[in-house]
């Protein structure tokens, strides 16, 4: 059975994280929410290590994580995907973590995949990868365009990098993933049952 780590963070985009979490375990992947703290938080890290505090969403909703991140535990030997939710103060806090940053770099480095949403894809940015096709949420179009190959496509897969632009195009970023961990036929079984519109990216 596939494996997917999906981050979380306070403003993490609500829609991002569910849509995807959900229809990833849909397809029968194995999902594990991982919290990842802001420096407000980190002096009380030590006390929650295996019970995270409730994420506070980018539109107030809270959400329990899993677990709290810890790069010793999220490593590419126990995962097939990293997924990398936006929202702009959690692509903040996500981003600028070295062990996230790291974490990225292994994954690829693996042929393992990494799924980044929306503003996560700074993520792309801060951990250096190479110049190649992404996309983002307009927001850090400026941010990414001269690093990278800019795409205004709603889903971008590039090698092991799949990066999508906005809120409402996770569905289609969520089965795709679906789709590289598990086939089409998979993609297909997950999306039935959904009823999406006729012509809709299903």
């Known amino acids: 059975m596939p494996a997917a780590l999906i981050l979380i963070a306070d403003g993490t985009e609500e829609m991002e994280f569910t849509i995807t979490y959900d229809t990833l375990v849909r397809a029968g992947v194995s999902c594990t929410s991982a919290f990842v703290s802001d420096e407000k938080r980190e002096g009380a890290s030590a006390g929650y290590e295996s019970n995270p505090p409730f994420a506070k969403g980018s539109r107030g909703i809270r959400i329990l994580p899993d677990t709290y ?30 062990s996230v940053q790291h974490l990225v770099r292994e994954y690829l480095q693996a042929g393992k995949y990494v799924g980044m949403i929306c503003a996560g894809s700074l993520v792309a940015l801060t951990s250096g990868l190479s110049k190649q096709p992404v996309t983002s949420h307009p927001s850090v179009h400026d941010q990414l365009k001269d690093t990278f190959i800019y795409s205004e496509d709603p889903v971008v897969v590039s090698g092991k990098l799949v990066t999508r632009c906005v809120p409402g195009t996770t569905f289609p970023f969520a089965l795709t993933l679906v789709e590289l961990l598990c086939g089409k036929e998979k993609r297909a079984e997950v999306a039935g049952p959904m009823i999406f519109p006729p012509g809709t990216f299903a």
């Open 69 to 98: 991140f810890s790069p010793h535990a999220a490593t590419p030997d126990k995962y097939d995907l990293l997924v990398i939710p936006g929202g702009a103060k959690g692509a903040e806090t996500i981003s600028s973590n070295s």
